[in-house]
RNA sequence: CGGGCCGUAGCUCAGUCUGGUUAGAGCGCCGGGUUGUGGUCCCGGAGGUCGGGGGUUCAAAUCCCCUCGGUCCGCCCA
């Protein structure tokens, strides 16, 4: 034997039964967001490395954990480190109708050291709405991304709801966050001193302790809001209030993409210890579109980290596996055929079913039935094969079993089935 | 990028401190328990170059060094 090839550093695969969660959750998803007028979009795993950039240049994310290459023609790609770049991208490019409302599952990358809820490949779920201005765009985002969550079982999620105010508000407050954080460079941890500068917003999101108790006296984006900003604030937050959605103010909440205006929000799971806590969260973006070359076009979305929603779920005891199992198994020993047969005769009529392969013997095969969790069996034998019939067994009561003719077996196991 | 813990059968682990005959258990898997029938029980079997490399030693799963991985904390984020 060569070389055994493991899954890359900080990278899973996802099995039967596992998977069975994923499937759901994706299904709650596609159906929540679906009823209300999202459709799905799927485009490349990797961009020009440009695509990205515009996230920020102030973001851990960009700055150093890109998974960039370049390709055999020399040009400089990176893998997905977020969703919503490639949704702006494909706007700019296709011109659709607005608003355009879309959504996304996809993996994204970023090279990391892994943790608790804390990959290399991680996966996203996520929802657009590009080409309009409207806070009740915001509202309704947010509120799709709740409900989400509340199908799903999540009842114990905080969501914290912020403002960074118009492109402009953004811009003065950053200035004015930086003059007065320039005065308290001393008191700040040391890791925090080189954003406070260039990046001050990204100081607001700084746990280290030092720099969490001088922030805390740090001028507020609320307090600097335009009046345009803060009446689209206002109007965000009459919509989560009429729509019982329960949120609260935080003026601190700095998410960790450069690109956002206005609405910001985060939802964390208060199950979920320490730092890998936030299940997702989104904002306003009305500047991407244009900085991605485009024209100008305002955008708000979300995305939600699928394998921290399942930590969240796990924490809540929330959902649970769905079971996979068939509801017929066929047990043939005369060679196969029948089994073959029967099999897709069943599926071909709605029927889930599955068989045992490699001819084993029926001890062997039964095994295998039961552990299919099928709540009906089908054996053939020599007799049944003889007199064109199939033994129908109940394999939860442990009891009787019946002989049917080859062609009242559909007719027949569908009637149990739905029997009960 | 800084730090803690851990790598022994498919899975969960014992054995490592105090080197020493063919490296164990449970679960799972495969086969059998006479007359074609699962779930309980009994019997048997397959499966591991003890993460990899180097070193010390008569002798290494066990001691030392390096390396790769896993896991967790910080930071950051989903």
């Known amino acids: 034997m060569g070389e055994m090839f493991q899954a890359p550093k900080g990278t899973r695969d996802i099995l039967p039964p596992e998977s069975h969660r994923w499937q759901a959750l994706v299904a709650v998803f596609a159906d929540v967001i679906g009823r209300a007028g999202y ?11 440009g695509v ?25 790609l990176a893998l997905r480190p977020e969703g919503t770049a490639s949704v702006v991208r494909a706007f700019n490019q296709h011109r659709p109708t607005v608003p355009w409302k879309v959504w996304y599952l996809t993996p994204c990358f970023r090279y990391e050291e892994p943790q608790a809820g804390r990959f290399r490949q991680h996966h996203q779920v996520g929802a657009e709405a590009i080409g309009s201005a409207d806070p009740d765009l915001d509202v309704e ?5 709740h409900d989400f969550y509340r199908v799903l079982g999540l009842s114990r999620l905080s969501l914290r709801l912020n403002s960074m105010g118009s492109p402009g508000d953004r811009q003065a407050y950053a200035g004015l966050l930086a003059e007065w954080l320039a005065r308290r460079s001393g008191d ?3 890791a925090d001193r080189a954003n406070a500068a260039g990046h001050p917003l990204r100081v607001l999101d700084s746990k280290r302790e030092r720099t969490v108790a001088v922030v805390a006296d ?11 900003a803060a ?4 109007r ?6 009429a729509l019982g959605i329960g949120y609260e103010i935080d003026p601190g909440l700095v998410r960790g993409l450069d690109y956002y205006t206005h609405s910001t929000w985060e939802f964390a799971a208060g199950d979920l210890t320490s730092a890998q806590n936030a299940v997702g969260g989104g904002g306003r973006y009305d500047g991407l579109a244009e900085s991605l070359g485009g024209r100008p076009a305002p955008g708000v979305g979300f995305g939600a980290g699928i394998e921290r929603i399942l930590l969240a779920a796990d924490a809540e005891d929330a ?15 005369t060679g196969g055929d029948s089994g073959r047969d029967l099999t897709f005769e069943l599926r071909r009529n709605g029927i889930s079913s599955d068989r045992a392969f490699d001819s084993r013997s029926m001890k062997a095969q039964m095994k295998v039935a039961d552990r299919s969790g099928a709540r009906l069996a089908l054996l053939v034998g020599p007799d049944e094969l003889a007199s064109g019939t199939a033994t129908l067994r109940d394999l939860r009561s442990g009891g009787g079993q019946i002989a049917l003719a080859r062609t009242d077996v559909v007719a027949e196991v569908a009637a149990r089935l739905a029997g009960g």
């Open 52 to 76: 990205f950039q515009r996230l920020g240049e102030g973001t851990e994310v960009v700055r150093k954990e890109m998974y960039d290459f370049h390709d055999k023609g020399d040009r400089h």
């Open 141 to 145: 985002v947010i509120a799709l991304q």
């Open 218 to 228: 740090a001028p507020r984006i609320t307090d600097c809001l335009s009046d345009e």
């Open 39 to 49: 459709g799905l979009v799927q485009s490349p795993m990797f961009e020009d490395i």
């Open 236 to 241: 965000v937050r009459s919509g989560l209030d």
């Open 188 to 190: 700040l941890d040391e």
């Open 231 to 234: 009446t689209r604030l206002d």
């Open 319 to 333: 959902l649970s596996q769905p079971s996979a199992a068939v509801d017929v198994f066929v047990v043939d020993v």
